[in-house]
């Protein structure tokens, strides 16, 4: 299943110069990921759907990581026009671009649908971060050593990509859809990184990570749709002992984004109980995450779908 010892933040080396993206960057894991790579000398561009929580984390960073350099910037993966007007003022900052960390998402909610009539969480984590990608695509490749780095979870094992349904028109089921998504985001992983070594780009890497169960607004919701009132003080108890904290649900995901030895389609995650938690290691997904006709046909669909296209990473 990977390696027996565990990265740490110690691990983490020096990021001074380099720019990320980090998509949800105002809360939970990805507020953590981004103090990490601050405190790494990196500067971070926090694209965050509410710009007052994202006012109120930059402030929370800098506090924490005095003299460190952060932005604020709006991004409503919900939206295909907000992606691309976030994409047009990164590319106008002319900052570099080192790292896309799609850390974003959404899970387990009634079904709705994007600004754009996609079903809200396929449309969230994967078609948003797809077209985000896309559209920076050009600033990544410009930049030799770039990444992109997908906060996938273990609940892509009970995802299956219905190609007849992908929007869940005829059935829907919360936790069904949500983990189609992050399927949806392994899927992608693969394929952009088959995509990259065939165009001759081995210098930029398409990696995933995974945080087990860490404490985050999403986990907290979830558990608090399914834990009843007499259930409350046990899950309270017994919280900590089964979620890692958000500090250390990032480590995998800044190991994606850090590690020196890192290659394409790499995925990291804890190590201990079924991956819920402890230190983190190399993983393996489901083997439907790596299936290239499953690629392809993603590919082809989110493209059909979002009206962004990669370009020479498009070619068959």
Same mark, same amino acid.
């Not at 026009?81 to 998402?105: T, Y």
């Not at 890497?205 to 399914?226: C, R, W, Y």
């Not at 250390?248 to 190590?271: K, M, Q, V, W």
């Given at each position: 299943?990977?390696?027996?010892?565990?990265?740490?933040?110690?691990?983490?080396?020096? =990021?001074?110069?380099?720019? +990320? *993206?980090?998509?949800?960057?105002?809360?939970? $894991?990805?507020? !953590?990921?981004?103090? @990490?790579?601050?405190? %790494?000398?990196?500067?971070?561009?926090?694209?965050?759907?509410?710009? /007052?929580?994202?006012?109120?984390?930059?402030?929370?960073?800098?506090?924490?990581?005095?003299?460190?350099?952060?932005?604020?910037?709006?991004?409503?993966?919900?939206?295909?026009?907000?992606?691309?007007?976030?994409?047009?003022?990164?590319?106008?900052? &002319?900052?570099?671009?080192?790292?896309?960390?799609?850390?974003?998402? $959404?899970?387990?909610?009634? %079904?709705?649908?994007? /600004?754009?009539?996609?079903?809200? =969480?396929?449309?969230?984590?994967?078609?948003?971060?797809?077209?985000?990608?896309?559209?920076?695509?050009?600033?990544?490749?410009?930049?030799?050593?770039? %990444?992109?780095?997908?906060?996938?979870?273990?609940?892509? %094992?009970?995802?299956?990509?219905?190609? @007849?349904?992908?929007?869940?028109?005829?059935? @829907?089921?919360?936790?069904?859809? #949500?983990? =189609?998504?992050?399927?949806?985001?392994?899927?992608?992983?693969?394929?952009?990184?088959? &995509?990259?070594? &065939?165009?001759?780009?081995?210098? *930029?890497?398409?990696?995933?990570?995974?945080?087990?169960?860490? !404490?985050?607004?999403?986990?907290?919701?979830?558990?608090?749709?399914?834990?009843?009132?007499?259930?409350?003080?046990?899950?309270?108890?017994?919280?900590? @002992?089964?979620?890692?904290?958000?500090?250390?649900?990032?480590?995998?995901?800044?190991?994606?984004?850090?590690?020196? +030895?890192?290659?394409?389609?790499? #995925?990291?995650?804890?190590? =201990?109980?079924?991956?819920?938690?402890?230190?983190?290691?190399?993983?393996?997904?489901?083997? !439907?995450?790596?299936?290239?006709?499953?690629?392809?046909?993603?590919?082809?669909?989110? $493209? !059909?779908?979002?009206?962004?296209?990669?370009?020479?990473?498009?070619?068959?």
């Amino acid at each position: 299943m990977g390696q027996k010892s565990g990265w740490t933040f110690n691990d983490v080396p020096d =990021q001074t110069g380099k720019v +990320a *993206i980090v998509t949800g960057g105002n809360s939970g $894991i990805g507020l !953590e990921t981004a103090r @990490y790579l601050l405190r %790494r000398g990196a500067t971070v561009v926090l694209a965050v759907r509410n710009s /007052i929580k994202g006012s109120e984390a930059m402030a929370d960073l800098t506090a924490s990581e005095p003299g460190s350099s952060v932005e604020v910037a709006h991004l409503d993966l919900a939206d295909l026009a907000s992606i691309e007007d976030f994409a047009n003022w990164f590319k106008a900052s &002319r900052m570099n671009l080192d790292l896309l960390i799609n850390n974003a998402g $959404i899970m387990g909610v009634p %079904r709705g649908t994007t /600004i754009d009539g996609f079903e809200l =969480q396929f449309g969230t984590n994967h078609l948003g971060h797809f077209a985000l990608t896309g559209k920076l695509l050009g600033s990544l490749l410009e930049n030799k050593g770039s %990444r992109v780095v997908n906060v996938a979870s273990n609940a892509h %094992r009970q995802g299956r990509l219905n190609f @007849y349904d992908l929007q869940s028109v005829h059935r @829907y089921g919360k936790m069904r859809a #949500y983990a =189609q998504s992050k399927l949806a985001n392994l899927v992608f992983t693969a394929e952009l990184d088959r &995509r990259l070594r &065939r165009a001759g780009r081995k210098d *930029i890497l398409s990696v995933a990570a995974h945080p087990g169960m860490a !404490e985050s607004n999403i986990v907290k919701l979830q558990t608090d749709s399914f834990v009843n009132r007499h259930m409350r003080n046990l899950w309270d108890k017994a919280g900590p @002992y089964i979620c890692q904290t958000a500090s250390a649900g990032a480590i995998p995901t800044l190991r994606a984004a850090t590690d020196p +030895a890192a290659e394409g389609n790499d #995925y990291f995650g804890p190590s =201990q109980f079924m991956q819920i938690r402890g230190p983190d290691v190399k993983v393996q997904p489901k083997k !439907e995450a790596n299936d290239v006709h499953d690629g392809r046909a993603l590919w082809e669909q989110s $493209i !059909e779908l979002t009206g962004v296209n990669f370009g020479e990473l498009d070619l068959p």
